[in-house]
């Protein structure tokens, strides 16, 4: 690792694409974010038909997140393919432990697993970069064990190198906020339904339409918890008050908070149980 802080950005671009061409062939676990689009427009850059990007619809991913992601891959020009992911159906996962994650890319990297096998494809990638790795992902457990790679944090790359590798190579993502399914809105504890899903869905769908961009509608029962960026803060509380209180009631909270900590990624680890 101590290399790899002497790495200049093109070196670590260098060495991702070494690594990628060294595979000869992967399917990509592809979401439409920052991440991930980076990985697969310079996959099809290296290895060209013989990488796969699939992206898992489901109830957890957004309808405006799945048609970003169709129109990405259309623009990078790669091979690209939906599946149906049935997170919801696993039981672990709807109980909502601190783990959940693992049970979700446990069954999404089974199902790629499959797809590689079929396709005669080496190899299964996902976009984790190095920041990652001070996080809680559950979910890398599961890459580990069905054998997923992670070519942005085996070349060094962090959050901020990609962004700037991403605007470098002109893709629209490089400054897009991030994005985590709609599972993330929820305590840890607090069962995951597709009614409780739907109404996080519905309330956030309508927030983007009012033009907010860095937001989280955190559900706690009845009331939902917005946590906004800097400025969509001040037009939440400002000019577009009202409409963001009929949004989200709309949606069937009945009650509407805005949190004055503002978005941060993983908020709902801060009161975690351990373990």
């Not at 990297?109 to 976009?127: S, V, W, Y």
């Not at 605007?167 to 709609?182: I, S, V």
Request: contains cysteine.
């Amino acid at each position: 690792m101590n290399d790899m802080e002497h790495m200049t950005l093109s070196d670590k671009y260098q060495r991702l694409r070494d690594i990628i061409a060294g595979m000869g062939g992967g399917v990509i676990a592809f979401s439409g974010g920052v991440d991930s689009t980076f990985l697969f427009a310079v996959a099809v850059d290296v290895l060209g038909g013989n990488a796969l990007a699939i992206t898992a619809s489901s109830a957890t991913y957004p309808q405006r997140e799945l048609l970003e992601a169709r129109e990405l891959a259309s623009l990078i020009g790669g091979r690209h393919r939906e599946i149906a992911s049935e997170e919801l159906d696993i039981p672990e996962f709807q109980d909502n432990p601190r783990d959940r994650c693992y049970y979700c890319k446990r069954e999404l990297f089974g199902k790629l697993r499959e797809i590689a096998e079929q396709e005669g494809l080496p190899h299964l990638l996902d976009g984790s970069n190095l920041d990652d790795l001070n996080d809680h992902r559950p979910g890398r457990r599961a890459a580990q064990e069905l054998g997923v790679r992670s070519p942005l944090e085996e070349a060094g790359l962090t959050k901020d190198d990609i962004r700037r590798l991403s605007q470098a190579l002109k893709l629209p993502t490089w400054n897009k906020p991030a994005f985590a399914c709609l599972s993330s809105r929820f305590p840890y504890g607090t069962a995951i339904t597709p009614e409780r899903v739907g109404k996080v869905g519905q309330a956030e769908d309508a927030l983007y339409e009012l033009g907010f961009r860095t937001l989280r509608v955190r559900y706690h029962g009845d009331v939902a918890r917005l946590e906004l960026g800097e400025a969509e803060y001040a037009a939440a509380t400002g000019p577009l008050r009202e409409k963001v209180i009929r949004c989200v009631k709309e949606a069937g909270f009945s009650y509407v908070a805005v949190d004055l900590l503002g978005y941060r990624s993983g908020s709902m680890n801060e009161t975690a149980p351990s373990g």
